[in-house]
């Protein structure tokens, strides 16, 4: 609004505050800094190691453990699937993997919607019920 960079007692003025209470927040902001995510990150003896800033910081989001225990439990569902009969693990791969309809399994496999429906909830049923087992 002034065309021009503030002073700090207008900035002050405009956040209502003191100036002495922005010269306070100004000093504990000074010590953060700024830099490019994708600036190379140097080692100690000024060099660069290859790597940007980027790529150093943490992904909070990535949980190794969340993601092995996911793993082992696709690996423990896959193996439930393989110990079903072939018509159940059909009606499965089907629905879930290929994205089909009930009424689309029904003609793939010459039977009625219902009957997929039954299968499907059978295969359910005792998929639920391994996966509820202890692991030997």
Sequence with gaps: SLKRVPTD???????????????????????TGLVALDEMFGGASGES????????????????????????????????????????????????YEGMTLAEIGRVLGVTESRVCQIHTKAILQLRARMAEPAV
């Design 9 to 31: 007692a207008e900035v002050a003025a405009e956040l209502e505050m003191s100036e002495a209470e922005f010269d306070k927040i100004l000093s504990q902001v000074s010590f």
């Design 49 to 96: 190691s290859g790597a940007t800033v980027g790529e150093t910081v943490t992904d909070d989001t990535y949980d190794p453990a969340g993601v092995f225990a996911e793993d082992e439990m696709r690996g423990l569902l896959a193996e439930a699937i393989g110990r079903m009969p072939e018509r159940e693990q059909r009606v499965l791969t089907l629905y879930y």
